[in-house]
């Protein structure tokens, strides 16, 4: 089907910046819908940003104005570009893609998920 490999967590100051980067491969028919979210210890995963093929974007408010999300469609790839870091950033982050692949009988479509990188800030 389709796996994704994300990279470019690591521990950072607050104030700091960080790139994250989610590569999709497989039997990839098209790809919809990239996009990141992240989840803490007992909270529900939530959404950071999304982006469409066309490039339509939408952000969690609390990162409007200091994350970007970007995609190589070309390279099946999403970045999410964090700047202006906060503590409250800390989490694992998750990369998601809603993707149409190859299967013997056709296409199937489904939502995939990446295994996580962990982002965290210090104070």
């Known amino acids: 089907q389709v796996q994704l490999v994300e990279s470019g967590g690591g521990l950072v100051q607050a104030g700091g910046s960080l790139r994250l980067s989610c590569a999709a491969s497989g039997s990839i028919f098209d790809i919809n819908v990239m996009g990141w979210f992240r989840q803490t210890p007992g909270k529900q995963r939530e959404l950071v940003a999304t982006?469409?093929?066309?490039?339509?974007?939408v952000y969690a408010a609390s990162v409007k104005g200091r994350f970007t999300i970007s995609r190589d469609i070309a390279k099946n790839t999403v970045y999410l570009e964090m700047n202006n870091l906060e503590p409250e950033d800390t989490a694992v982050y998750y990369c998601?893609?809603?993707?149409?692949?190859?299967?013997?009988?056709?296409?199937?479509?489904?939502?995939?998920w990446g295994q996580g990188t962990q982002v965290t800030v210090s104070s």
């Open positions: 998601n893609a809603q993707a149409t692949y190859y299967t013997r009988r056709g296409t199937g479509e489904s939502a995939f």
């Open positions: 982006i469409t093929g066309g490039g339509s974007t």
